[in-house]
Structure formats: structure tokens, C-alpha cells
């Protein structure tokens, strides 16, 4: 069943992959956006009952859009401070997955970072080793390489972080490391960036009010935030 409403869909599951893509781009022409818009997919459990489990409940799905403009500014460096607040641990929770009770752990490190007078926060997991910001995955870049936390460092699994990895080997020719780093290691990496569904590529000047290279946006992350941008858009056939 589709709900009428052109916002905001509820469909009983369950639909494959494919139809739940072809049923968003019909929730997004009955909308009529000609503007970048943020849509935002729901699976849940809807069983009207009150406790404190999983199993046994309905599942249902929804899906609503909105339209959004810059989540970052992506046409400046962004200044990033490292939190207070730990990235939370796989054992406590899926962190690689989008649960939306995980993101009190992000409102967190972002107000703070925000208040602070930042642009983003820095999290980093329990051992001190770098996990994400508040909504992005991170990339360094050092030595031509793209180097980002692997999954075991409680970082979102990210569909954006895949793209990027897959867009610089095969268009541009660098290839990415998966492993551990340092905080240290982002004060001195060549470049470091930010991406996901709404930062896009975002590229970051400061951390902890040390420059990164020369605390503008490098030239490699120019290169792949144009290519980004470019095959979101349709502006690339063969994507």
C-alpha cells in the first residue's frame, strides 16, 4: 500500500531492494523538487506494545524526504574538535549500522563541537584510535594515498565512504587503506576530508586549532569532491 501523501510514504514489507528504489523516485516526482532534497528510509518495528525486546514484532518501513540545502559548507575547509565524547562501541551497540537511537552519541560530540565555536566534531573509539564525525566518515590523505578507519574501529558503515573509495581508484588511480589512525596522524596527513549523505565531500583546514597542510583545500580532495558531485548530478554517462 502507498499512502497518498507526497512526502512521506508508509509501505507494508516486504519489497525488495529494487522496488524500494523505483518507490522513491515516484515519492520524489509526486514531490516536484527541482532542488537537492534529503530522503531518509525507516525500517522498524511497529507492533503497538510496550517492552524491551526485539523479536516477535512487525516489522514496517517508511520513507520521507525533505529538501536540503548544505548540511557543511562544502566550499570552505571545515574546522573539526576532537570530543569528549567516545564514538559508541560495537558491544554496546551496532555502530556500522544507521539505528537511530545511536545518534544521541552524535547530538552530543556535535553540540559540543558546535558551541565550542567548530564546524564538526572528531570522535574517536575507546582506545583513542580516530572512528568518525558526528554524521561522516573520515578520509586522510598521505603519500597518494586515501587511508580511513576500517569497520572494527566502530565506524557507520557509509554508502557515500564506498562510493568515494570506488570513485578514486577507478577514476582518479588512488588506492585506499583500510587500518587504524592515530589522532596524531591527521596533524600531519597531507589532506583530510569528510564525507557522507549530507556533507557530501567536505574538506577539512583545522583540527584542534592545528592546521592540516596548508589549512585550505587540497588537491586531491578538490579533485574528488568534483568528481562527486559531478556523478551525483548525472553529469558522468557511465554512472
Same mark, same amino acid.
Given at each position: 500500500?502507498?499512502?497518498?501523501?507526497?512526502?512521506?510514504?508508509?509501505?507494508?514489507?516486504?519489497?525488495?531492494?529494487?522496488?524500494?528504489?523505483?518507490?522513491?523516485?515516484?515519492?520524489?516526482?509526486?514531490?516536484?523538487?527541482?532542488?537537492?532534497?534529503?530522503?531518509?528510509?525507516?525500517?522498524?518495528?511497529?507492533?503497538?506494545?510496550?517492552?524491551?525486546?526485539?523479536?516477535?514484532?512487525?516489522?514496517?518501513?517508511?520513507?520521507?524526504?525533505?529538501?536540503?540545502?548544505?548540511?557543511?559548507?562544502?566550499?570552505?575547509?571545515?574546522?573539526?574538535?576532537?570530543?569528549?565524547?567516545?564514538?559508541?562501541?560495537?558491544?554496546?551497540?551496532?555502530?556500522?549500522?544507521?539505528?537511530?537511537?545511536?545518534?544521541?552519541?552524535?547530538?552530543?560530540?556535535?553540540?559540543?563541537?558546535?558551541?565550542?565555536?567548530?564546524? #564538526?566534531?572528531?570522535?574517536?573509539?575507546?582506545?583513542?584510535?580516530?572512528?568518525?564525525?558526528?554524521?561522516?566518515?573520515?578520509?586522510?590523505?598521505?603519500?597518494?594515498?586515501?587511508?580511513?578507519?576500517?569497520?572494527?574501529?566502530?565506524?557507520?558503515?557509509?554508502?557515500?565512504?564506498?562510493?568515494?573509495? #570506488?570513485?578514486?581508484?577507478?577514476?582518479?588511480?588512488?588506492?585506499?587503506?583500510?587500518?587504524?589512525?592515530?589522532?596524531?596522524?591527521?596533524?600531519?596527513?597531507?589532506?583530510?576530508?569528510?564525507?557522507?549523505?549530507?556533507?557530501?565531500?567536505?574538506?577539512?583546514? #583545522?583540527?584542534?586549532?592545528?592546521?592540516?597542510?596548508?589549512?585550505?583545500?587540497?588537491?586531491?580532495?578538490?579533485?574528488?569532491?568534483?568528481?562527486?558531485?559531478?556523478?551525483?548530478?548525472?553529469?558522468?554517462?557511465?554512472?
Amino acid at each position: 500500500r502507498l499512502h497518498r501523501s507526497a512526502r512521506v510514504l508508509m509501505i507494508d514489507l516486504p519489497y525488495s531492494v529494487g522496488e524500494l528504489c523505483d518507490i522513491t523516485v515516484e515519492m520524489m516526482r509526486r514531490n516536484g523538487w527541482r532542488e537537492d532534497a534529503y530522503l531518509r528510509p525507516l525500517a522498524f518495528k511497529s507492533s503497538e506494545v510496550i517492552g524491551v525486546k526485539l523479536h516477535g514484532l512487525e516489522d514496517a518501513f517508511t520513507l520521507f524526504g525533505v529538501p536540503f540545502g548544505n548540511y557543511v559548507d562544502t566550499d570552505r575547509p571545515l574546522r573539526l574538535r576532537t570530543s569528549s565524547w567516545q564514538r559508541i562501541d560495537d558491544n554496546a551497540a551496532p555502530a556500522r549500522a544507521k539505528v537511530t537511537g545511536i545518534y544521541v552519541n552524535s547530538a552530543l560530540a556535535k553540540s559540543e563541537a558546535l558551541l565550542d565555536g567548530y564546524d #564538526e566534531a572528531l570522535m574517536l573509539t575507546a582506545d583513542g584510535h580516530v572512528s568518525e564525525g558526528s554524521g561522516e566518515n573520515i578520509f586522510m590523505i598521505q603519500d597518494g594515498l586515501l587511508v580511513t578507519p576500517p569497520v572494527s574501529d566502530n565506524i557507520l558503515v557509509g554508502i557515500t565512504r564506498a562510493t568515494l573509495m #570506488e570513485l578514486a581508484r577507478q577514476e582518479l588511480g588512488l588506492p585506499t587503506v583500510e587500518r587504524s589512525i592515530d589522532r596524531t596522524e591527521l596533524f600531519s596527513a597531507d589532506e583530510v576530508l569528510m564525507c557522507g549523505t549530507g556533507a557530501q565531500v567536505a574538506a577539512i583546514g #583545522e583540527i584542534d586549532r592545528r592546521p592540516v597542510g596548508d589549512g585550505g583545500m587540497g588537491p586531491i580532495t578538490r579533485r574528488i569532491q568534483d568528481l562527486y558531485f559531478d556523478v551525483v548530478r548525472g553529469r558522468v554517462a557511465r554512472y
